[in-house]
């Protein structure tokens, strides 16, 4: 499985970005995908998850409100429109796909990821 993350850049302050990730097998329409994120020197956190039909999504509580986690079965895609960012928002951003339909926050839950695209933004 092969994930290609877009759409990261730099930012001010209240402005937003939409991230794209594309899966390369048919197979992870079935499954859960997520974003994650990895500021410089810390772990690499939880940001969204939608289950493998969109009907159930989960937002970190930092997030919430002004992320949405979205995907499009039809070409295994999954999206983070990110509204009114934060310098504290600014870091490499992940997708990552489930073996799962529908599955939990933790890291061990995603054993394929994406390489990541910079989300940058200032104050």
């Known amino acids: 499985v092969q994930l290609q993350a877009s759409g990261g850049g730099l930012v001010q302050a209240g402005g937003s970005l939409r991230l794209s990730c594309a899966c390369s097998?048919?197979?992870?329409?079935?499954?859960?995908m997520a974003w994650f994120r990895q500021a410089p020197g810390k772990e690499r956190e939880f940001v969204a998850s939608?289950?493998?039909?969109?009907?159930?999504?989960d937002y970190a509580e930092n997030v919430q409100g002004r992320f949405t986690i979205a995907r499009d079965r039809a070409d295994t895609t999954v999206y983070l429109q990110m509204n009114n960012l934060k310098p504290e928002d600014t870091a490499v951003y992940y997708c990552?796909?489930?073996?799962?339909?529908?599955?939990?926050?933790?890291?061990?839950?995603?054993?394929?990821w994406g390489q990541g695209t910079q989300v940058t933004v200032s104050s």
């Open positions: 939608v289950s493998w039909n969109g009907g159930n999504r």
């Open positions: 990552a796909v489930s073996r799962r339909s529908v599955t939990g926050r933790g890291l061990a839950n995603f054993p394929y």
């Open positions: 097998r048919r197979t992870c329409s079935n499954n859960a």
